[in-house]
């Protein structure tokens, strides 16, 4: 950063250069969310192996959590609501005020199912202008009385290298299962820590769910079963996923076998299997996956472990625009209507 020097400002000057350096930071901001807004349409963050915008903002431009998180947020309700822009630009509105606004009409939606309506939000708008965080925070109470049961946001803190501290809010319904837990499982541990309970009962959620825990455990069996067989009995999955080289003959159903599933599951670790071409970054999502042909099976007929991979959602998405040829479908005529025009600084 270039070192200037300031002492020969006045007084009068400085407070004068500083309020410009501010409106223009201000537009600045503005022309960021036009760019993220353009980058989301264009689908850009998804073909660089980055499952949502949020991720895309910290890896890429390495925003902190909470600078992604207003962006977006202010990203979303301009997208609602174009004509708040010129507040923005003024400073009536700032990122954190307008996110704030959002994530209570989020979470409004969220706990009553009801979408606040543009004419609710845009009013609400007025009523935070100008106004400082902890005056928003007692308007946004006061307009969503319904919100204020959440005692306080969950939140992680890292205490040393090994150590996370977690807040969360639990209701007596939780509390009464946490207790029935321990109760049925006192003969092992009669006075479990909250961690010994959450280990206990993730490693007890994970044995069910996990498909690569599924497929050790079958393979485990396979092996049992084949104990004292044949010597050439191919029982070791790892061996099966690096197996690439043979081509398998076409399957018979779009669906796979659970013993390719399996394999599919084992191969990618849980985590979608999009890769950016250009730069071999792939996608860190390990949530709502779903199993994709490469090849459609229309035109392969092939749902062996070569022709399927593990997708985020929002990867499968895109790959079936692109297969459609609407990677620009999304959002197109939003733009359009919205004329979400840059300026120039
Ligand atoms: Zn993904």
Redesign the pocket.
Known sequence: MENISLKHYTNAELLAEVQILVSQERTLSLKVISFLREIRFRSLH?EM???SLFTFCIAELKYSEAAAYYRINTLDIVDELPEIKQAIESGELSMTTLSMVQSACKAKKRKTKIKVSAEDKKSLLEKVKGKSKKQTEAILHQHFPELQTVAKPETEKKLSDDLIGIFFNADPELMKKFKEIKDLTAHQNPSPSYQELFHMMSDFMLDRIDPVRKAKRALRKDKIQHKGESQLQPCEVESTVENTAEIPPPTPSRHCSAKTERVIWTRAQS????VDNKTGH????TRR?QLDHMIPYAVSYDSSEHNMQL??????L?RAKQGLGLHLWSRGWERDQVNYSVKKA
């Open positions: 998804l192996g980055y499952s985590r979608c299997e999009h792939r996608c860190s999502e996956l997708l985020c959602t929002q990867h499968n895109y």
